[in-house]
């Protein structure tokens, strides 16, 4: 249940804090002070889009936030815990909607995407607004409403399920076909590209290695020069001079004489014969690469000649080797579809034969749960009509099959379709079923379509029955209803009143309304009034007390002048007695 809503800066609202109780909560108010602004800002809580509009003139942002008590609801638990906030037994919820168009969203003041304030509204809240009249006359709408009575959840996941594998490989199976269509046209182009890349069979790595052996070649007689000259250096010496070896032993003798005289050389006799054998380490390493050193023209006009091929390739197919390697594989797969094809092909229709065998039992057993929740929604619609002052209405759930006639449309697999029994059934995302509400108000009168025989008013008690009707199953914590009033009055109203009450026991009920046979029945009751304050004009919420009730369902009754008379016909409407 919502337990408390705070608005501030928000349209003509410049700052309210309200707490609602449990049962019957009614709002009434004059038309235009702000009974509507109150709907929308609690929308704003359920994951409406903002419009930066909607801030207060003056203000930088509008907020608005709401408690809810959660009571334990798994469904709010699991969504919390998989976003990583901490789950309580309240849960806070806020917007910030910013003239900067900078609009937050928070739950327990962790910022959280809009896509998850919506999930939780859609669990704690159903709102009930006066375009949902219209919604209702919309027959797209009415496999929803049957499929919330009915509590097909289960059954509809199964189905969705079976049905998403089944048009994944329908559209895999199309995608093979036009695949192998284009492909075919290129077989000749791809074969002779595959053989051409095949003939010089290029490797990962080959063309670095390559170059690395062509630099080395190509500088052979460099390399051999350069390395005589430092062996010369490092071990023979020349014109009489000693080697870099034969100057280091020297050295190392007389800095091991001076050892002898003065232990403080004794560290750099080690240093100096540290350096006499990594010469002669370094002189070794020079000879034996010399000895290896390969003067092999015939090699390197072979590297030249691979290089060369490999450049020519990759100005074809990519610009490196690694591009040329996945064009092949791209080439062979293609090759490779065009000639499995029949296998393939008759590997995906056998899936997809399996796969229509379960979608069709889901959804023969979706459609069967359907066709009995008909019954019971249309036997639970009459009575509350019948509560509601419609006493001879008759009302009917519609649910037809769309048959497939295979070869009809000349692609059979852009359509899914089931089998029942001997049939074949167009399927839907939905089902197979396509639902629709009669309803007939007048004795004598056929069932006809609900958009074509109902009334403003009419609509608006077909919505409560239905939402009376889903009561008992729909545990939505908090019912929304906004001029659920529109085009009845009177008895009528009286009617209405009674039926939000009844729902009240089972949910929580916020209601506006104009009428005082419904404002009469509430257990708690605002008052929404519109405030001018030199230049400003604001909107305020009122918790109404006993007395102010009276004086609020006699002005609903008679207008703004209350009587005397006023106020006694609102204690007698509302079932209370003067004191």
């Not at 090759?335 to 029949?342: A, G, I, K, M």
């Not at 199953?473 to 009617?495: C, H, M, N």
Request: glycine content about 8%; overall charge negative; aromatic content about 4%.
């Amino acid at each position: 249940m919502l337990r408390s809503l705070y608005i501030k800066q928000y349209a003509l609202i410049e700052e309210i804090n309200v707490e609602f109780e449990r049962g019957l909560n009614i709002l009434t108010g004059e038309t235009g002070a702000g009974k509507s602004i109150l709907i929308d800002a609690l929308g704003l809580l359920l994951g409406d889009r903002a419009s930066a509009e909607v801030v207060r003139k003056g203000a930088e942002k509008a907020v608005v936030e709401g408690t809810f008590a959660i009571n334990g609801s798994a469904e709010v638990i699991n969504l919390l815990k998989g976003n990583g906030i901490e789950a309580t037994d309240e849960l806070i919820v806020r917007r910030e909607i910013s003239t900067k168009g900078q609009h937050r969203c928070f739950i327990n003041d962790s910022p959280v995407p809009l896509t998850l304030l919506k999930s939780i509204g859609d669990i704690l809240v159903d709102l009930h607004g006066q375009h949902d009249h219209q919604a209702l006359l919309r027959p797209e709408t009415h496999i929803e409403f049957l499929d919330d009575f009915g509590d097909h959840l289960r059954e509809l996941s199964a189905y969705r399920k079976s049905y998403q594998a089944l048009t994944i490989l329908l559209a895999k199976k199309r995608g093979m076909a036009e695949q192998v269509k284009r492909f075919e046209e290129k077989r000749d182009l791809n074969e002779f590209q595959l053989r051409e890349i095949d003939a010089l069979n290029p490797r990962k790595g080959e063309e670095e290695a390559l170059g690395a052996e062509l630099r080395i070649l190509e500088n052979g007689e460099r390399l051999h020069q350069m390395t005589a000259e430092l062996n010369r250096l490092l071990s023979e010496g020349s014109e009489g001079e000693p080697s870099v070896h034969d100057n280091l032993v020297l050295a190392r003798k007389q800095i091991e004489a001076l050892n002898g005289i003065d232990p403080a050389f004794n560290d750099a006799a080690g240093e100096a014969k540290s350096a006499e054998i990594i010469v002669e380490e370094l002189a070794k390493f020079i000879q034996r690469y010399s000895s290896r050193i390969e003067i092999n023209p015939q090699r390197l006009e072979e590297l030249r000649e691979r290089l060369g091929r490999l450049s020519l390739l990759k100005k074809k197919y990519g610009g490196s080797v690694e591009a040329i390697l996945d064009h092949r594989a791209k080439v062979a797969a293609e090759l490779e579809l065009v000639t499995n094809y029949d296998k393939e092909l008759r590997a995906v229709e056998s899936g997809i034969e399996e796969e229509r065998r379960e979608c069709s039992v889901a959804a023969a057993s979706l459609s069967a749960r359907r066709q009995e929740a008909a019954k019971k929604i249309s036997k639970s619609v009459v009575s509350a009509l019948a509560e509601l002052g419609i006493s001879s209405a008759r009302f009917s759930v519609e649910i037809r099959q769309i048959p497939f006639v295979p070869g009809e449309s000349g692609d059979d697999d852009a359509r899914p379709f089931v089998r029942l029994e001997k049939r074949t059934v167009a399927a839907t995302p939905k089902g197979i079923d396509d639902v629709e509400f009669y309803l007939s108000t007048n004795v004598g009168e056929d069932l006809k379509p609900l958009a074509k025989v109902a009334s403003g008013g009419e609509v608006s008690r077909v919505m409560l029955a239905l939402k009376s009707a889903l009561a008992q199953s729909d545990k939505t914590p908090l019912l929304i209803f906004d001029e659920i009033d529109v085009g009845v009055s009177g008895r009528i109203g009286q009617a209405v009143g009674l039926s939000l009450k009844k729902l009240s026991s089972l949910h929580q009920i916020i209601a506006i309304t104009h009428l005082p046979q419904i404002a009469g029945l509430a257990e708690t009751h605002f008052a929404v009034e519109k405030k001018e304050d030199g230049s400003r004009t604001s909107t305020r919420l009122r918790k109404l007390g006993l007395e102010d009730r009276v004086r609020e369902v006699a002005k609903l009754m008679s207008g703004e002048k209350v009587t005397e008379a006023g106020l006694k016909g609102a204690r007698e409407l509302m079932g209370i007695e003067k004191k």
